[in-house]
């Protein structure tokens, strides 16, 4: 009967990993159905079938009873990460920072799209005009939001 015992709770303690740490159909699911349905089979040979079918309805208790209580919040409190994503999404550029004829450097190959520097500022810019060189004069031709559209000027 000990077999037995340690099949069913090793068979349990697999799906709480499965459900719980490694989420998918894995080996852990697998191994803890297999050893779950080995250990039932086994009361039900070794015991008969009335032993057998009090350690099935048995399983079933304790398997839904060890997955409530793993979901429960404060069981995997300590697990869970608890820091904050301090971030922001680009605001619409202003006047003060990029207006349509200011002048820049394009950091990298705008092929359209690229990195620009402008008014010390860095800042994603769209070429109208083609692929623009790196280290390439550009001026700003519009600025719609974040959008900015810039074209290589011309020496």
């Known amino acids: 009967m000990t077999v037995i015992i340690i099949l069913i709770v090793l068979g349990i303690l697999l799906f709480v990993i499965e459900f719980l740490l490694v989420p998918g159909v894995t080996v852990a699911g697998i191994g803890g159905l297999v050893l779950t349905?080995?250990?039932?089979?086994?009361?039900?040979?070794?015991?008969?079938?009335?032993v057998g079918a009090w350690v099935l309805i048995g399983t079933i208790l304790l398997s839904v009873f060890v997955i409530a209580m793993s979901l429960r919040a404060r069981t995997w409190?300590?697990?869970?990460?608890?820091?904050?994503i301090k971030g922001t999404v680009d605001k619409d550029l202003?006047?003060?920072?990029?207006?349509k004829g200011d002048l820049g450097t394009a950091l990298t190959r705008l092929a359209p799209m690229?990195?620009?520097l402008v008014n010390d500022l860095v800042r994603e810019a769209k070429s109208t005009e083609g692929y623009v060189d790196e280290h390439s004069k550009i001026e700003i031709v519009s600025i719609k939001g974040t959008r900015i559209s810039v074209k290589p000027v011309k020496k």
């Open 37 to 50: 349905v080995f250990g039932v089979y086994k009361a039900f040979n070794d015991f008969g079938s009335a």
């Open 77 to 84: 409190n300590r697990l869970m990460l608890k820091t904050d």
């Open 94 to 99: 202003t006047e003060d920072q990029v207006k």
């Open 114 to 116: 690229g990195k620009i």
